[in-house]
């Protein structure tokens, strides 16, 4: 299937539920979505992410962390957002155009929040990557790292396990 230069977020949306619905429940457990952020790559289970939105408006919150950046309305929903690549002490890279609000599903309770990344890079296959361990003294919510066939290394989290996260939940300064 052929794409165009521009995919718009309701057309990924639509293609990513097609193709999941023709795959067996264990294609989808092997399956994660690639995520950009703080110029690294990042796995999350299809299970984990409720959701994945444009960057809606976000009001600042006062007296908050500075990856805190505020709460947004999706669809009559308050959702906290939380800058990804300041949360785990970088900048953010890349166009902000591109960003993508990672909305946390029902695995994680009750906790209406989503991660600010700089690109959703699709679909990753567990099957055409290598396990790599886990870095030591890396944070509980820190799943296996991954390698592709380019050498690149692709850290897995568990937003269940981020979600329950003291450093995380602790937003105010």
């Known amino acids: ?21 023709s795959k067996t429940a264990a294609q989808v457990e092997s399956s994660r979505l690639g ?3 703080g110029g690294d790559r990042w796995l999350v289970r299809l299970a984990d992410a409720g959701e994945v939105v444009a960057m ?19 669809r009559g929903n308050l959702y906290s957002v939380i800058d990804f690549a300041r949360f785990i002490g970088r900048e953010p890279e890349g166009a902000a155009g591109h960003a993508r609000l990672v ?9 209406h929040v989503g991660i600010v990344v700089e690109r959703v890079l699709g679909l990753r296959n567990l ?47």
């Open 1 to 21: 299937m052929a794409r165009a230069a521009k995919l718009d977020l309701r057309t990924f949306q639509q293609e990513l539920a097609t193709r999941l619905a």
């Open 35 to 37: 995520l950009s952020c």
């Open 56 to 74: 809606p408006p976000v009001t600042p919150v006062p007296h908050t962390r500075p990856w805190h950046m505020g709460i947004a309305n999706v």
């Open 103 to 111: 909305l946390f599903g029902p695995r994680a309770g009750d906790l």
């Open 127 to 173: 099957a055409e990557l290598a396990p790599s361990g886990t870095a030591a003294g890396a944070p509980a919510w820190y799943a296996q790292c991954w390698m592709d066939a380019d050498g690149r290394a692709w850290q897995e989290i568990d937003l269940s396990r981020l979600a329950r996260d003291d450093a995380f939940l602790q937003i105010g300064t």
